[in-house]
Nanobody
Framework: QVQLVESGGGLVQPGESLTLSCAAS????????MSWYRQAPGKERELVAG????????NYADSVKGRFTISRDNAKNAVYLEMHSLKPEDTAVYYC??????????WGQGTQVTVSS
């Protein structure tokens, strides 16, 4: 079965960096686009970044452009989110997501990122 497992979250100070990882299994990883979402307390889940199956195309939320980078390693079945110049408003639970060819949406369990001094 499809499994997405995020890791790498934690508590950092404003301006610091963090890299999240998402380990995927149970499907042909290299055939599917992947994305990162986040959900802050009291807010809706929002798209942070997406990457195409081969990694050629990437898109970002305006709020993270220039600070975050999404990448993937199809040999390792993993997708990453490098986050730099973190701000308190980046505090959220970050989720990895993929969508099957049949339209089923799969989410990981999430990893907490807290940016605070």
């Amino acid at each position: 079965q499809v499994q997405l497992v995020e890791s790498g979250g934690g508590l950092v100070q404003p301006g610091e960096s963090l890299t999240l990882s998402c380990a995927a299994s149970g499907f042909t990883f290299s055939s599917y686009a992947m994305s990162w979402y986040r959900q802050a307390p009291g807010k809706e889940r929002e798209l942070v970044a997406g990457i195409s199956s081969a990694g050629r195309y990437r898109n970002y939320a305006d709020s993270v452009k220039g600070r975050f980078t999404i990448s993937r390693d199809n040999a390792k079945n993993a997708v990453y989110l490098e986050m730099h110049s973190l701000k308190p408003e980046d505090t959220a639970v970050y989720y990895c997501k993929t969508v099957s060819s049949g339209g089923t949406i799969y989410w990981g369990q999430g990893t907490q990122v807290t940016v605070s001094s």
